[in-house]
């Protein structure tokens, strides 16, 4: 009987340790928007760093630790923090950075923006990769890419003085 249970436990062990070891290292999230402010309106709010503050409802402070590179400490509600810095940039059509801190994040963030209909169009995408297994089972707990986004989206939305439509939100998950 003592066999049959220590036997049992270990197999128990070797599915839990390959069930968490299947947890994917990499994740990917595309958000769709349409915002009826000009192109100039929508970049000028997103592409103000230090002004995120004002309007982000998951951020508590923004440092630009350099100019060039850009590179930009957000520390959010919750005192987590993060920093990135901006490795491709294009006036008015798109915003490429990087989570540079902590380093176990390969991230990226990609923001395309497309004047349409006297209005703006938006996609943002963002990656994620984590290699170490513990950090990688945490990113599942407490990093919801699903709900940042749309947090940023809504907050854009409401600081541009539009009305905020989830509905109209097309998301891609990976």
Request: net charge neutral; proline share 3%; charged share 30%.
């Amino acid at each position: 009987m003592k066999t049959i249970i220590i036997t049992a436990l270990v197999f128990l062990l070797i599915l839990i340790v390959w069930g968490l070891n299947s947890v994917p290292k990499k994740r990917a999230l595309r958000k769709e928007y349409y915002f009826k402010s000009n192109i100039n309106s929508v970049w000028q709010k997103v592409r103000d760093i230090e002004g995120q503050t004002k309007w982000r409802s998951d951020i508590s402070k923004i440092e630009i630790l350099s100019k060039n590179p850009e590179v930009w400490k957000e520390t959010a509600t919750n005192e987590y923090s993060t920093t990135f810095q901006t490795i491709k940039l294009s006036e008015k059509s798109e915003w490429v950075m990087q989570v540079i801190d902590p380093p176990f994040i390969n991230a990226r963030w990609t923001g395309k923006f497309i004047e349409k209909d006297n209005g703006t169009s938006i996609i943002f995408e963002e990656t994620i990769e984590i290699d170490p297994l513990p950090q990688r089972i945490l990113s599942f707990l407490f990093l919801d890419l699903e709900k940042l986004m749309m947090t940023y989206l809504k907050d854009l939305s409401i600081s541009l003085e539009e009305t905020w439509d989830e509905k109209r939100v097309k998301t891609t998950l990976e």
